[in-house]
């Protein structure tokens, strides 16, 4: 499965008000494992922030004043989208901007949704977390994942949090970067592949501890997550 963790940072939070998107965040996930490829870029958004948005972000119309422009760089982000799965926390937002955005070129664009579909973290973390406060930061502290760097919000450090949060909220995973196993599919070529299935791989059994092991997995993602797909008690809901 290909997912795309998406951030974005504004110049304000009401696109009524003529706010616009400066900072564009995206990581790629295949099968739960970040790959190497990513769009990132900031955007000169023709106006200044306002000054609750510049505290967060801290992205001042000076830096941005030489960025390109939303129009130049939209083909290459929905390419990016295209067909994927994207993760948002707060998706309404994120999206209602990158909608505003895509009309404002003029072209013969549709909304994001149509380009892919779209799992909102925070109805998600509110309900696992009900009562509780769901926001990156607070999530960040209830799955022990560090946070330290985030002085100032910026699109692609939110995105990699937002990618351990979600790991770690649909099914513990929170170990993302290892190189050795970085999956990258263009890479592998026809005769690459061909080399790997011309040997018969060996089965290996899992022995009684490794099985007793993997049961308990099972129960703490149960428990944390109020279902996991693997285990017998919840496979009759997969179909």
């Avoid at 939070?13 to 494992?33: P, Q, Y």
């Avoid at 013969?108 to 779209?118: F, L």
């Avoid at 100032?152 to 939110?158: P, Q, T, Y």
């Amino acid at each position: 499965m290909r997912q795309i963790i998406l951030d974005t940072e504004t110049t304000g939070r009401e696109i009524s008000a003529g706010h616009r998107v400066i900072e564009i965040g995206c990581l790629e996930l295949i099968d739960r494992r970040l790959t190497k490829r990513h769009f990132h870029c900031y955007l000169n958004p023709g106006r200044d922030s306002e000054a609750g948005a510049l505290a967060v972000h801290g992205l001042t119309s000076e830096f941005l004043q030489d960025k390109p422009l939303f129009s130049s760089i939209v083909d290459e982000l929905l390419e990016f989208l295209n067909g994927a799965e994207l993760i948002i926390h707060n998706a309404p937002f994120d999206l209602a901007f990158l909608d505003n955005e895509i009309q404002l070129t003029k072209k013969n664009y549709k909304k994001v949704t149509h380009y892919c579909q779209v799992l909102d973290t925070l109805p998600l973390a509110r309900q696992l977390h009900p009562g509780q406060r769901n926001s990156l930061d607070a999530l960040c502290k209830r799955y022990e994942i560090d946070n330290s760097k985030r002085d100032k919000h910026g699109a692609l450090l939110d995105a990699e949090l937002l990618a351990r949060v979600y790991l770690a909220m649909t099914g513990g995973q929170t170990n993302l970067f290892d190189d050795n196993a970085v999956i990258n599919h263009s890479l592998i070529s026809t005769e690459n592949k061909k080399s790997i299935t011309m040997h018969e791989l060996p089965v290996l059994y899992a022995n009684t501890e490794e099985l007793n092991a993997h049961n308990r997995c099972l129960s703490t993602i149960h428990k944390t997550t109020g279902r996991c797909l693997w285990s017998n008690s919840d496979s009759k809901d997969i179909h």
